[in-house]
Every structure is written in C-alpha cells, then in structure tokens.
C-alpha cells in the first residue's frame, strides 16, 4: 500500500505560484500508473484540479486551472508535482495528492474522486486579494 505526503502550500498573493510536491513511498507511483490532484474549499465538494497517466506521461487539467497549472511527474523521486501559476483568491482550497488502480481508464473515470483509493493528508493554498 502506498503512503502520499502532500508540501508546497501556504500564501501566497493573486497571481503568485506555488508548486506542490506529492511524495510516495511504501509503493512505486508505477505501479498505479494514475496520480491526480484535487481541491476542497470550505463547504464545497472535492473537485478534480489535474492527473497524470504515469506510464505515458498524459496529462489532464480542469477547465478552471488549465493554461495556469502544471502536473509533473519525477521517476526518481517516486513524486508527482504540481505548479500553479497566476494563482487566483478561488484557488483558496486544501489540494489532495491520490493514487488510483492502474486498471483505471484515462478519461472521464480518471477526473472522478472515488476512483482513487488512496490519498494524502493534504497541504492548504490560500490565495489572496
């Protein structure tokens, strides 16, 4: 079983940028071939942010962050990064690091939270105005 660890957060100004590590141990990110990136504001669901497909280095982003926000991913590290740039008060939010089985299709069931079985304690962002 993996164990995901979250950094990176903290405050930082609208349209500053912070990047977010996700460190994994106990398990290799390879062998679940799916990472991804979701936020949780105040009494708001969890949205799916981005995702990385390990194995072919897809990527995926939602609408609201795409063009702003970079997934990566480190082999050697066994981690997975997440750049934000021209950070906006409404990404205020706690952002999760999960792994999902590599049986996961890529596409919509990748953006979808209860298909990732494992997941970080989280790291809070605050953007400000």
């Known amino acids: 079983q993996v164990q995901l660890v979250e950094s990176g957060g903290g405050l930082v100004q609208a349209g500053g940028s912070l990047r977010l590590s996700c460190a994994a141990s106990g398990r290799t990110f390879s062998n679940y071939n799916l990472v991804g990136w979701f936020r949780q504001a105040p009494g708001k669901e969890r949205d799916f942010v981005a995702a990385i497909r390990w194995s072919e280095n897809y990527a995926s982003y939602a609408d609201s962050v795409l063009g702003r926000f970079t997934i990566s991913r480190d082999n050697s590290k066994n981690t997975v990064y997440l750049q934000m740039n021209s950070l906006k008060p409404e990404d205020t939010a706690v952002y999760y690091c999960?792994?999902?089985?590599?049986?996961?299709?890529?596409?919509?069931?990748?953006?979808?939270?209860?298909?990732?079985?494992?997941w970080g304690q989280g790291t809070q962002v605050t953007v400000s105005s």
């Open positions: 999960a792994a999902a089985p590599s049986t996961t299709p890529w596409g919509a069931r990748s953006r979808r939270a209860d298909e990732y079985h494992y």
